[in-house]
């Protein structure tokens, strides 16, 4: 079946390669473990079509899967300031802050709670817990910057 939808979706594009279909072909590559061909289904659909907001979405999480976080990042950000409200993207770049920051907490996290915090310990858990702080301001209302 899955097969069936991949070829179904890869004639319509072939008799129109401007189709918005190229988005709903690049998930079901995506959601079929094959990151790879989702990415370059979307970065052709969307020379065509660059506006198209959700397949910007399926091309940072194909771009996460495929392990270029930088890319998938540069995509988000890109949906975020295009649809400021759009819940796919701000989960995404939450998920992305938190694995780049994670090497730095657990350590610090580890030293506080077994009572061997020092000041740039401390320090380091501050810094975390307002990067946690922003992203919760913004994910209650992502039309107003978050407080610092």
């Known amino acids: 079946m899955e097969t069936e939808r991949i070829d179904a979706l890869k004639r ?46 399926t091309l940072g999480r194909a771009l996460m899967e495929a392990g270029k976080a930088a890319e998938a990042r540069a995509q988000f950000e890109m949906v975020v300031k295009a ?25 610090p996290l580890a030293a506080a709670t077994s009572g061997d915090a020092t000041p740039a310990t401390l320090s380091a858990l501050e810094s975390f817990l307002g990067a946690i702080r922003k992203t ?8 107003t910057p978050a407080a610092s």
């Open 12 to 57: 319509r594009i072939a008799s129109d390669p401007a189709s918005v279909a190229f988005a709903a072909l690049a998930e079901e590559y995506r959601r079929a473990g094959q990151p790879e061909a989702a990415i370059t289904t979307c970065r052709a659909g969307l020379a065509h079509r660059p506006e198209y907001v959700s397949a910007r979405v």
């Open 83 to 107: 649809a400021p409200e759009n819940l796919a993207a701000i989960r995404a770049l939450a998920l992305l802050h938190e694995r780049d920051t994670a090497p730095l907490t657990v350590q």
């Open 136 to 143: 919760r301001a913004t994910l209650r209302n992502p039309h």
